[in-house]
């Protein structure tokens, strides 16, 4: 593929909590991030990225009007501000804390509130103001809807406001504050968004598709591991029955006629099972090693 010349790419990384998540990602997909404790703009290594730190609740609008070509955001975000982005990619996988979370309306375990219906003339703290307000005119209901600038959960505990709408992962928060889930309003991944100008030029286009595969190759990694095996050929119908590979395993004979080394990529969460199991069959010199990308 011929290389397209391109203007230095303006890059936006989310500051806060998916600040550290994200540089890891970026790292496994083999761009070092660097940035001092109070700097807003991080090193890249490569000299076609300039990056800036901006709130991934602001992301998508600055990606909308041109202040940035391109960056990473929620997309809850995206959807609060109404912007108008190419998604190019979803980055959801578990290890890099970028799976999915959902936006509930929450309420204190012996709040008479067991339905959306019964908001009527209530009130509701959250940051997620403008999803949530549409969320209840579609339902027909009218209450009044407050933005939280955080500390949401004490705002309802203390009786401050009668519900809140918040951002959670598994509900533990939420019940370790002694609140319970109503309603689910919306569910949401990580966003690798453009800007449409920015997607238009062909330099600028090519190189965040390189960001995005490189992206999505390492947190496909996340989830599997290398397997390598030294295996007798009497055993090797035997052991290759056992391996779970994404595509078949890669066998190599060894000096000799009677052992072959074999190779394989697994899911990480089978590997503790599988390895006795291998070890039983017959394998030796087994090794185990994680992945930086895994490109399909």
């Not at 960056?71 to 290890?95: C, F, H, P």
């Not at 509130?113 to 027909?140: M, P, Q």
């Not at 949401?152 to 504050?177: C, F, M, P, Q, Y």
């Not at 062909?202 to 397997?227: D, F, H, P, S, W």
Request: aromatic share 6%; glycine share 8%.
């Amino acid at each position: 593929m011929r290389e397209v010349s391109i203007a230095k790419l303006k890059l936006g990384l989310p500051k806060g909590s998916l600040q550290e998540s994200t540089f890891k990602m970026f790292q496994k997909a083999g761009f070092n991030v660097n940035v001092g404790s109070r700097s807003y703009f991080p090193y890249v290594d490569d000299p076609e990225i300039e990056a800036v730190l901006i709130r991934a609740q602001e992301m998508s609008r600055y990606v909308e009007d041109g202040a940035l070509d391109c960056g990473i955001t929620g997309e809850d975000w995206i959807k609060e501000n109404g912007s108008d982005v190419v998604r190019i990619q979803e980055l959801a996988y578990a290890k890099t804390g970028t799976n999915p979370v959902r936006w509930v309306l929450a309420v204190p375990n012996d709040s008479p509130i067991h339905s959306v219906r019964d908001l009527g003339g209530k009130r509701i703290a959250t940051e997620l103001k403008g999803v949530t307000e549409k969320y209840l005119k579609e339902k027909g209901v009218r209450a009044d809807v407050e933005f939280s600038w955080g500390a949401t959960e004490v705002k309802v505990g203390s009786g401050l406001v009668d519900a809140i709408v918040e951002l959670t992962e598994t509900g533990s928060s939420l019940r370790a504050n002694k609140l319970r889930i109503v309603e689910t309003l919306c569910h949401s991944t990580t966003q690798f968004i453009a800007n449409r100008k920015a997607w238009q030029d062909k330099g600028k286009k090519q190189k965040m598709r390189q960001i995005a595969l490189l992206l999505k190759g390492a947190i496909q990694a996340e989830t599997k591991v290398g397997l390598k095996m030294n295996v007798g050929r009497k055993n090797l119908k035997r052991i290759l029955s056992l391996l779970p590979a994404m595509k078949k395993p890669t066998i190599s004979n060894l000096a000799g006629d009677s052992w072959s080394a074999v190779e394989t990529i697994i899911d990480e969460r089978v590997v503790r099972d599988l390895i006795p199991k291998l070890k039983e069959a017959g394998a030796e010199g087994i090794i185990e090693y994680p992945l930086n990308k895994v490109i399909y």
